[in-house]
């Protein structure tokens, strides 16, 4: 079985270089397909220095820029889903840099191949949050703004919220509901494993989608379109992700895990789980290989 990664990442190239080592040693038959975030420091660098072996890990040429709840984060990944297409391979992961395999590749290759069908290892809650596709947000990047870096968006945000409720009810007066192309949004964490198959589907429906104008005033719409379509179209082979992620911050990003976290990681049985950062905790680098 061939497994093709497709990491979206946007800083730590120690880290991004030790989660490819990873997941696609050398000698391998696995690849991985990387998209950084075009303003980052992180891109600038694979980019004068990119990996040398192309065969096994490949790097997005045209990355797109990413703001949190826009849908730059989904025009970055249809561009990985995209890059994919043009490979061989079974089952496609996407996670993050942040991410770091918990379950051995054997483990988790005998867990595909036990299931009569290919399944699809996604989270998918039905009607969730569905205001975030159907409401129209004026450039979701205006939402959370950095008063350091956006001193401007941040002293605007409040008028720009306004705003945004003003045009979606005037939009929505004169218009109607939004469309809803698969019926009722799901809803669900961004991370997802795929058999090609289903990939397959999903890169056309999400390329006529993006295409249509619709996600232009989402927000966090990476958190439904692709759950939604796999959801409608493939009900059938709905599967748990497989992914642990700690919310129990109550913010808006997961908690970063540490050494402590070992155990409930362990007894979970996730594959892959996040956050992780090298300078919070490096004990996931001294995880069993994933080999």
């Not at 395999?101 to 867990?111: A, G, K, L, Y």
């Not at 959370?144 to 939009?171: C, H, N, Q, T």
């Not at 919310?247 to 895990?257: A, E, K």
Request: glycine letters at 6%.
């Amino acid at each position: 079985m061939r497994m093709i990664y497709l990491v979206l990442a946007h800083e730590g190239r120690p880290q991004l270089d030790a989660l490819v080592e990873r997941l696609a040693p050398a000698g391998g038959v696995d690849m991985v397909i990387v998209h950084a975030d075009r303003r980052s420091d992180l891109w600038r660098s694979l980019r004068e220095d990119p990996p040398p072996d192309t065969r096994r890990v490949e790097v997005i040429q045209n990355p797109v820029s990413v703001r949190w709840g826009h849908r730059s984060l989904q025009a970055a990944i249809i561009l990985l889903i995209e890059r994919a297409m043009a490979f061989e391979f079974d089952y496609a992961h996407l996670v993050s840099g942040s991410d770091w395999p918990v379950m051995s590749r054997h483990e988790i290759v005998r867990e595909l191949e036990a299931s009569q069908i290919p399944l699809c290892y996604i989270e998918a809650e039905f009607g969730r949050e569905e205001e975030r596709m159907q409401r129209f947000h004026v450039d979701a990047r205006w939402l959370r703004p950095d008063p350091r870096r956006e001193p401007m968006a941040y002293r605007f945000k409040p008028a720009i919220v306004r705003l945004s409720r003003w045009l979606d009810g005037a939009r929505h007066r004169l218009l109607g509901d939004r469309s809803r192309p698969w019926g009722r949004w799901f809803k669900g964490e961004t991370w997802w494993s795929l058999p090609n198959d289903a990939l397959q589907m999903v890169a056309v429906e999400l390329r006529r989608l993006t295409d249509s104008g619709r996600l232009v005033g989402t927000y966090v719409c990476e958190e439904h379109v692709v759950q939604t379509i796999v959801a409608a179209r493939l009900p059938e082979r709905l599967a748990d992700c497989r992914r642990y992620i700690d919310w129990t911050d109550g913010g808006d990003s997961p908690r970063l895990l540490a050494r402590g976290d070992q155990k409930a990681i362990a007894e979970s049985g996730a594959w892959f789980a996040r956050k992780f950062a090298l300078s919070h905790d490096d004990f996931f680098l001294r995880l069993p290989p994933y080999s």
